[in-house]
């Protein structure tokens, strides 16, 4: 949970403070999380509270914003209209009670603290007279709302309440406990009735009641609803089964024949009440946690709101989603979530991170699983699913990748990257653990997580080692990275400082460097440190954590990750602003427009070993790769079979000249302009090929097939210059007819062993010497005549080769 800090908004502020400036536009704009959401009794209005210290009033017809109510220092976790429409209550992670006039914006009366955590729901009593409110403190509370008097109290509960509700006539109120029971007590007095009833495995989500009172619907994060009877306590339908991530929101139709559920999943699901069988969904139109629902008081319409800031107004019996208008490429992101490449998650990708091999890469999300994915064609090679009880914040492999690391809520596990047992799990934080890191020889683990904890543990035998203190204590600590040679270590905090430690003493060396930045990276060779503050990048120096570059702003919303090229000359950034932008090292140039293609948050970037690639997760479900030279997005369906190709390809030998004085000056003069082995061959070749005749219908298959080579050779040429450049010889090109040769003419080691006479190419290729165009005939063209005629017959000991010379260089040479 994230901690926004803001200031208050006196009781008689005026109305102008309130009205928002985006009454017009796109609608339902403003949120960037959505934890709360409810029609007014009128079904005029539609409230919502969220993150950002967000409390908001929409017209439910057309979506637009009609007040935005600040106050409230914190998340806002809960709110109720009261049953007359006059108020609308709000309870928040700042611990405190508001209550607003929802005509007006203005508050009404003083806001009330109600709980030693923050509340977790609020609810008017059907008289209006009283409010009832539930916190993490595992209190449930019944208030006068005129005099703000405390009547009930309970306290009976053994963990946080994360949610209640008054039945239908106010006379009771049932209760979700973490410790995974149903509670129903009487309203009056606080006494409990009926409970605890058992059935959930794990912590309770939300309750509600069917508008007869007779029946309780809980749900859970054992990602199953149950509906129990009100009278006597026992479970009469489920468990209702078929959400893939936990239940958050449940509520009843108006007439009680349905129930709608929403989940981390992402999607909703619509179940017949009375039988608990599945009628609609799964119903897929957000792409975060659905964390609120209400129904139309007519019961026609329905909305939800979830953690990626998206409101959707749906028709009840259609099932489809009324406004914002859905755009073709909108319904075709939300109905491939989940599939195709890098598919599967099915709630924000919180860390990403490469494997030493380069081919594989591993995912962590608020779903509870970690991934392990092929990179080279987006399929999983490993799911855990449900790795940790609770939303995986950050992970880690080794230098070696024999072990990754993952933190959770309270917890850090470590795994063989084998048989991906755990090996180590490892308990010290107090609540998330937002960050963990190997050292670069993987002896040590640091982690960071809430209330300034910052650890240094012993990878191997699970011990805690040494603490680094200086943190606000009441802050969380967002990053951690070692410097290369491991003696340094980085953390960024809520208390907008960034502080360097002696990994050895534990003692602060450098800082604190004054930045509210929740991302850092130490550059490969240790002397900088780049960070995201706000929505800048800032380049330090790491010894003396003074600004070398910056602020360099591209961004219009908070840096989220970042990451050094393995050769330090990049800085990649995501943001909240949905894109990802590189940078020069050097000097902060923007490199490139920024990448756009995620639909939220850009919540993790990482490198490729060979910095050819950039994986980034999201905040949309979503991970994504990309070609860092081009800022282009990978397509998997158009690059896996020639991925799998080139592969093949990249390590046949360059074709070169030595640098002697065979080039004429052109050549010379343009030696990059030259071909730098074979892979560069079949492109020229299919391109002589097109300027000397036209491609008629009947060569229209072939052409393709001739593109998909030329695909190949585009994407893999790159290492083919970076070979040439590493040695003493130069490229000259050869005439279109050579190509012939080299490619059809390469394989006469076949002629040799069939007792035919070897010559100085064959030799030549034997030793691994690079070729020469001899031009025997001196016509000039670099050819000896009768070669092609005499070599096309011929096959290459390269099975590929022939594939290459069948599709490309024989449809090259032969007659028009």
């Given at each position: 949970?994230?901690?926004?800090?803001?200031?208050?908004?006196?009781?008689?502020?005026?109305?102008?403070?309130?009205?928002?400036?985006?009454?017009?536009?796109?609608?339902?704009?403003?949120?960037?999380?959505?934890?709360?959401?409810?029609?007014?009794?009128?079904?005029?209005?539609?409230?919502?509270?969220?993150?950002?210290?967000?409390?908001?009033?929409?017209?439910?017809?057309?979506?637009?914003?009609?007040?935005?109510?600040?106050?409230?220092?914190?998340?806002?976790?809960?709110?109720?209209?009261?049953?007359?429409?006059?108020?609308?209550?709000?309870?928040?992670?700042?611990?405190?009670?508001?209550?607003?006039?929802?005509?007006?914006?203005?508050?009404?009366?003083?806001?009330?603290?109600?709980?030693?955590?923050?509340?977790?729901?609020?609810?008017?009593?059907?008289?209006?007279?009283?409010?009832?409110?539930?916190?993490?403190?595992?209190?449930?509370?019944?208030?006068?709302?005129?005099?703000?008097?405390?009547?009930?109290?309970?306290?009976?509960?053994?963990?946080?309440?994360?949610?209640?509700?008054?039945?239908?006539?106010?006379?009771?109120?049932?209760?979700?406990?973490?410790?995974?029971?149903?509670?129903?007590?009487?309203?009056?007095?606080?006494?409990?009735?009926?409970?605890?009833?058992?059935?959930?495995?794990?912590?309770?989500?939300?309750?509600?009641?069917?508008?007869?009172?007779?029946?309780?619907?809980?749900?859970?994060?054992?990602?199953?609803?149950?509906?129990?009877?009100?009278?006597?306590?026992?479970?009469?339908?489920?468990?209702?089964?078929?959400?893939?991530?936990?239940?958050?929101?449940?509520?009843?139709?108006?007439?009680?024949?349905?129930?709608?559920?929403?989940?981390?999943?992402?999607?909703?699901?619509?179940?017949?009440?009375?039988?608990?069988?599945?009628?609609?969904?799964?119903?897929?139109?957000?792409?975060?946690?659905?964390?609120?629902?209400?129904?139309?008081?007519?019961?026609?319409?329905?909305?939800?709101?979830?953690?990626?800031?998206?409101?959707?107004?749906?028709?009840?019996?259609?099932?489809?989603?009324?406004?914002p208008v859905l755009t073709e490429s909108d319904l075709h992101d939300y109905g491939i979530?989940?599939?195709?490449?890098?598919g599967g998650h099915t709630n924000c990708v919180r860390a990403v991170a490469y494997f030493?091999?380069?081919?594989?890469?591993?995912?962590?999300?608020?779903?509870?699983?970690?991934?392990?994915?092929?990179?080279?064609?987006?399929?999983?090679?490993?799911?855990?699913?449900?790795?940790?009880?609770?939303?995986?914040?950050?992970?880690?492999?080794?230098?070696?990748?024999?072990?990754?690391?993952?933190?959770?809520?309270?917890?850090?596990?470590?795994?063989?990257?084998?048989?991906?047992?755990?090996?180590?799990?490892?308990?010290?934080?107090?609540?998330?653990?937002?960050?963990?890191?190997?050292?670069?020889?993987?002896?040590?683990?640091?982690?960071?997580?809430?209330?300034?904890?910052?650890?240094?543990?012993?990878?191997?035998?699970?011990?805690?080692?040494?603490?680094?203190?200086?943190?606000?204590?009441?802050?969380?600590?967002?990053?951690?990275?070692?410097?290369?040679?491991?003696?340094?270590?980085?953390?960024?905090?809520?208390?907008?400082?960034?502080?360097?430690?002696?990994?050895?003493?534990?003692?602060?060396?450098?800082?604190?460097?004054?930045?509210?930045?929740?991302?850092?990276?130490?550059?490969?060779?240790?002397?900088?440190?780049?960070?995201?503050?706000?929505?800048?990048?800032?380049?330090?120096?790491?010894?003396?954590?003074?600004?070398?570059?910056?602020?360099?702003?591209?961004?219009?919303?908070?840096?989220?990750?970042?990451?050094?090229?393995?050769?330090?000359?990049?800085?990649?950034?995501?943001?909240?602003?949905?894109?990802?932008?590189?940078?020069?090292?050097?000097?902060?140039?923007?490199?490139?427009?920024?990448?756009?293609?995620?639909?939220?948050?850009?919540?993790?970037?990482?490198?490729?070993?060979?910095?050819?690639?950039?994986?980034?997760?999201?905040?949309?479900?979503?991970?994504?790769?990309?070609?860092?030279?081009?800022?282009?997005?990978?397509?998997?369906?158009?690059?896996?079979?020639?991925?799998?190709?080139?592969?093949?390809?990249?390590?046949?030998?360059?074709?070169?000249?030595?640098?002697?004085?065979?080039?004429?000056?052109?050549?010379?003069?343009?030696?990059?302009?030259?071909?730098?082995?074979?892979?560069?061959?079949?492109?020229?070749?299919?391109?002589?090929?097109?300027?000397?005749?036209?491609?008629?219908?009947?060569?229209?298959?072939?052409?393709?097939?001739?593109?998909?080579?030329?695909?190949?050779?585009?994407?893999?040429?790159?290492?083919?210059?970076?070979?040439?450049?590493?040695?003493?010889?130069?490229?000259?090109?050869?005439?279109?007819?050579?190509?012939?040769?080299?490619?059809?003419?390469?394989?006469?080691?076949?002629?040799?062993?069939?007792?035919?006479?070897?010559?100085?190419?064959?030799?030549?290729?034997?030793?691994?010497?690079?070729?020469?165009?001899?031009?025997?005939?001196?016509?000039?063209?670099?050819?000896?005549?009768?070669?092609?005629?005499?070599?096309?017959?011929?096959?290459?000991?390269?099975?590929?080769?022939?594939?290459?010379?069948?599709?490309?260089?024989?449809?090259?040479?032969?007659?028009?």
């Amino acid at each position: 949970m994230d901690s926004p800090s803001g200031s208050p908004t006196p009781s008689h502020a005026n109305l102008s403070t309130h009205r928002s400036e985006e009454s017009e536009g796109e609608p339902f704009k403003g949120h960037t999380a959505i934890y709360a959401i409810s029609y007014s009794p009128n079904g005029k209005l539609i409230a919502t509270g969220g993150g950002a210290l967000s409390l908001r009033i929409y017209d439910s017809l057309s979506g637009r914003t009609l007040l935005d109510l600040k106050g409230h220092t914190d998340t806002v976790w809960a709110l109720s209209f009261s049953h007359n429409g006059t108020q609308l209550a709000s309870g928040s992670a700042d611990r405190t009670i508001r209550i607003w006039d929802p005509s007006s914006g203005e508050t009404i009366g003083e806001p009330w603290e109600a709980h030693s955590d923050y509340v977790s729901n609020v609810a008017y009593s059907p008289d209006d007279k009283v409010i009832a409110t539930a916190g993490m403190d595992g209190v449930v509370r019944i208030w006068d709302v005129a005099t703000r008097a405390k009547l009930v109290e309970v306290t009976d509960h053994p963990a946080a309440v994360r949610c209640f509700r008054l039945s239908p006539d106010g006379s009771q109120l049932a209760s979700g406990c973490d410790d995974g029971n149903v509670r129903i007590y009487d309203a009056r007095t606080g006494a409990l009735v009926l409970g605890p009833l058992e059935g959930h495995t794990d912590l309770v989500r939300a309750i509600a009641y069917c508008p007869d009172g007779t029946r309780i619907a809980s749900c859970s994060d054992d990602c199953t609803i149950l509906i129990w009877d009100s009278v006597t306590g026992n479970m009469v339908v489920g468990p209702l089964e078929g959400h893939m991530d936990w239940v958050t929101c449940v509520e009843y139709s108006p007439d009680g024949k349905t129930l709608l559920t929403g989940s981390h999943d992402t999607t909703l699901r619509l179940w017949d009440s009375f039988t608990g069988k599945l009628i609609a969904g799964p119903l897929r139109r957000h792409h975060g946690a659905v964390c609120g629902l209400s129904h139309s008081p007519d019961g026609a319409r329905l909305v939800s709101g979830a953690d990626d800031g998206t409101i959707r107004v749906w028709d009840a019996s259609t099932r489809e989603v009324i406004f914002p208008v859905l755009t073709e490429s909108d319904l075709h992101d939300y109905g491939i979530t989940g599939t195709g490449p890098f598919g599967g998650h099915t709630n924000c990708v919180r860390a990403v991170a490469y494997f030493p091999d380069g081919k594989h890469a591993v995912s962590a999300s608020h779903d509870k699983s970690i991934r392990k994915w092929d990179v080279r064609t987006g399929a999983p090679a490993k799911e855990l699913m449900r790795c940790h009880s609770n939303a995986v914040y950050s992970l880690s492999i080794s230098f070696d990748g024999k072990r990754l690391a993952s933190g959770a809520y309270g917890s850090i596990k470590v795994r063989d990257c084998v048989e991906w047992e755990v090996i180590l799990d490892l308990s010290g934080h107090s609540q998330w653990v937002y960050c963990v890191r190997f050292s670069p020889d993987a002896k040590l683990l640091a982690s960071a997580g809430h209330n300034g904890e910052l650890f240094l543990w012993d990878s191997e035998t699970g011990e805690k080692l040494r603490s680094m203190v200086g943190h606000d204590s009441t802050s969380p600590v967002w990053a951690v990275a070692f410097s290369p040679d491991g003696r340094k270590l980085a953390s960024c905090s809520e208390d907008t400082t960034l502080r360097v430690w002696d990994v050895d003493t534990a003692e602060m060396i450098a800082g604190p460097f004054e930045t509210a930045s929740r991302c850092l990276s130490f550059s490969p060779d240790g002397r900088t440190i780049a960070c995201g503050s706000s929505n800048s990048l800032v380049v330090l120096d790491a010894d003396t954590v003074s600004m070398i570059l910056g602020p360099l702003k591209r961004h219009s919303s908070s840096i989220r990750c970042v990451a050094y090229s393995p050769d330090g000359s990049t800085i990649c950034t995501g943001s909240d602003d949905h894109t990802i932008c590189l940078w020069d090292a050097k000097n902060g140039d923007l490199l490139l427009d920024p990448l756009r293609g995620h639909k939220q948050s850009v919540l993790s970037v990482a490198f490729s070993p060979d910095g050819r690639h950039i994986l980034s997760g999201s905040w949309d479900n979503t991970l994504k790769l990309w070609n860092s030279a081009s800022g282009e997005m990978v397509n998997f369906s158009d690059s896996d079979l020639r991925d799998e190709e080139a592969n093949t390809l990249l390590d046949l030998p360059a074709v070169t000249v030595p640098r002697a004085g065979a080039m004429d000056e052109a050549t010379q003069a343009r030696p990059s302009e030259g071909i730098t082995d074979l892979l560069d061959l079949t492109a020229i070749a299919f391109a002589s090929a097109a300027k000397t005749r036209e491609v008629q219908s009947t060569t229209k298959k072939s052409s393709t097939l001739l593109g998909r080579f030329a695909a190949i050779w585009s994407r893999v040429r790159m290492r083919g210059r970076q070979r040439i450049r590493a040695s003493d010889t130069a490229e000259v090109p050869p005439t279109p007819l050579r190509l012939t040769q080299i490619f059809v003419g390469r394989g006469q080691r076949r002629n040799l062993a069939a007792g035919e006479p070897e010559d100085s190419e064959d030799i030549r290729r034997a030793n691994n010497e690079p070729l020469t165009w001899d031009d025997d005939d001196g016509d000039g063209d670099g050819e000896r005549d009768g070669d092609a005629n005499s070599r096309t017959s011929q096959r290459s000991a390269h099975p590929c080769i022939d594939v290459i010379c069948f599709c490309l260089c024989i449809p090259c040479c032969r007659e028009p």
